[in-house]
């Protein structure tokens, strides 16, 4: 079992900068693939970013590149989503996941709220 814990959110203005965390326990970390998605009420939730620990690659969804950076910490077990230039199209609940090099995402926290203002 992974348990994740996410932190950072909260509300800001459109065009400021959040970065969110999320501290892993349960297993080793550096094992791990570590996601960010996110849920807008009244939509489905959707893919942002993860990172692969053996050679730190990143996967972006296109809304995002260029803006949101994936980064992890394994001596701290923590990822992160450095989040610039924020749009109100960014404003949901972010979670935390992580899966096993070849299996699906199946450990989620709960949630950090992203609310950006216009």
């Known amino acids: 079992q992974v348990q994740l814990v996410e932190s950072g959110g909260g509300l800001v203005q459109a065009g400021d900068s959040l970065r969110l965390s999320c501290v892993a326990s349960g297993r080793p970390f550096s094992s791990l693939v570590m996601g960010w998605f996110r849920q807008a009420p009244g939509k489905e939730r959707e893919f942002v970013a993860a990172i692969i620990q053996s050679v730190n690659e990143t996967d972006y969804t296109s809304s995002v590149k260029g803006r949101f950076t994936i980064s992890r910490d394994n001596a701290k077990n923590t990822v992160y989503l450095q989040m610039n230039s924020l749009k109100p199209e960014d404003t949901s609940k972010y979670y935390c996941?992580?899966?096993?090099?070849?299996?699906?995402?199946?450990?989620w926290g709960q949630g950090t709220q992203v609310i950006v203002s216009s």
């Open positions: 996941t992580a899966r096993h090099p070849d299996g699906d995402f199946d450990y």
